[in-house]
Nanobody, 123 residues
């Protein structure tokens, strides 16, 4: 099991940027697929993007493709979600999740979750 802590959320105007961080403890990410999900009020948690830490698999939801970028810092065992050109519909709680195995765009694929960080985009 890996423990995950997200940070970096906040309030931003439409068109602005934020960078979220997800720090892992307990284990390294080296054998994991790491994903980002978000949940808006009254809606189900949805997939944003995910990648295989060791390479070979990277996928973004169509709604964020070209605006969001996932990256990593191996030395810090940290995954980032760079969010540019933010829109009000990007508002929600953003969660970092991890799973063993390759790939996964369904939240039920992921065993380990962070507590989430709130992102609010004003119009």
């Amino acid at each position: 099991q890996v423990q995950l802590v997200e940070s970096g959320g906040g309030l931003v105007q439409a068109g602005g940027s934020l960078r979220l961080s997800c720090v892992a403890s307990g284990r390294t990410f080296s054998s994991y697929t790491v994903g980002w999900f978000r949940q808006a009020p009254g809606k189900e948690r949805e997939f944003v993007g995910a990648f295989r830490w060791s390479g070979g698999w990277l996928y973004y939801a169509d709604s964020v493709k070209g605006r969001f970028t996932i990256s990593r810092d191996s030395a810090k065992n940290t995954v980032y979600l760079q969010m540019n050109s933010l829109k009000p519909e990007d508002t929600g709680v953003y969660y970092c999740a991890a799973r063993t195995g390759i790939g996964g765009m369904n939240r039920r694929d992921y065993a380990d979750w962070g507590q989430g960080t709130q992102v609010t985009v004003s119009s």
